[in-house]
């Protein structure tokens, strides 16, 4: 029998809590010894609950040292560049993108990150960093094919 944190099935990095049920798994014959038990245990009720029997061996163990088993530390999400983007900084990065621009409407991005370098109220952007800040500006529109007869 497997229990969840929760009540919900497991999946998505939660550990399930096992619990040795005995209507599920008979108890072993007399002649084994309880290492022997033991040692059977985790793959038994790993092949019976489809759970690894690493995992079970994990969760013994933080058992047995910690006295109970946790559920893991959900990781935080990562803030994207334009959550630490002003309005005046993407006010000024579109008017750069205005001004560099040329007719056909393709963005030279080097150039962009050249004139926001140079710009001191800006900060410096990495190539990679400009394309996500141009990206969610909804100013970038993709990767422009060159024309291989030039």
């Known amino acids: ?3 969840t944190y929760g009540g919900s099935p497991t999946g998505n990095g939660r550990r399930p809590l096992i619990k040795y049920n005995t209507r599920e798994f008979p108890h072993p014959a007399p002649e ?17 609950v489809g759970t690894s029997v690493k995992t079970i061996y994990s969760v013994l163990r933080e058992y047995k040292k910690a006295g109970r088993v946790c ?9 994207s560049i334009l959550g630490k983007l002003d309005e005046a900084s993407a ?12 007719d056909d409407g393709i963005i030279p991005t080097e150039k962009v990150r050249v004139v926001i370098c140079e710009d001191a109220s800006l900060p ?4 990679t960093t400009l ?5 969610g500006l909804n100013l970038f529109k993709g990767k422009v094919e060159k024309d291989k007869n030039k």
Request: aromatic share 4%; proline share 10%; glycine share 2%.
């Open 1 to 3: 029998m497997v229990l």
């Open 131 to 135: 394309y996500r800040i141009l990206k």
């Open 124 to 127: 410096n952007y990495s190539r």
């Open 91 to 102: 006010a000024a990065i579109k008017e750069i993108v205005k001004r560099v621009t040329s």
């Open 71 to 79: 559920s893991p530390v959900p990781p935080k999400p990562r803030r």
């Open 32 to 48: 084994h010894s309880a290492n022997d038990v033991v040692q059977q245990t985790p793959e038994i009720v790993g092949t019976s």
